[in-house]
C-alpha cells in the first residue's frame, strides 16, 4: 500500500478522484485544495481531502472497509493541514457515519 499526498490536483488526478468517490457513494462537489490518497496496485482504495478547514471526501473501497483505514487517513490529513497552519477542522460526513 502507497500513501500519497497531491496539492493543486490536475484535471486528470480530479477525474480519478471523482470516479472512486463516486464507486464508493460520494458525489464530488469541486475541487480539493489537497488530497491524501491509499492506493494498492496504482489504484485508489482510500481517499481524505482538505477544503479549507474542511475534512472532505472521505472514502475507503468497499473491500478494504474496516481495516482501520479511516483513522489512518484522518490523522495524515490532520497532520498536512496542521503544518500548513490549520488548526481548527472540520470533517464533513455522512449523518449514517456521525458515530465513527
Known amino acids: ?16 478522484l471523482s470516479a472512486f468517490l463516486e464507486r464508493n457513494g460520494i458525489t464530488p462537489e ?7 490518497l ?7 482504495i482510500a481517499s481524505a481531502c482538505l ?15 474496516g481495516s482501520g483505514l479511516t483513522a489512518a487517513l484522518i490523522t495524515e490529513i490532520r497532520k498536512r ?4 497552519g490549520k488548526e481548527h477542522l472540520f470533517l464533513i460526513t455522512k449523518p449514517e ?4
Open 30 to 36: 469541486g475541487i480539493p485544495e489537497s488530497a491524501v
Open 38 to 44: 491509499l492506493r494498492e496496485e496504482e489504484n485508489i
Open 97 to 100: 457515519n456521525r458515530t465513527m
Open 1 to 16: 500500500m502507497e500513501t500519497e499526498y497531491l496539492e493543486n490536483l490536475s484535471e486528470n488526478e480530479y477525474k480519478e
Open 51 to 65: 477544503f479549507g478547514e474542511l475534512i472532505k471526501y472521505v472514502a475507503v473501497d468497499f473491500e478494504q472497509r
Open 81 to 84: 493541514a496542521f503544518r500548513s
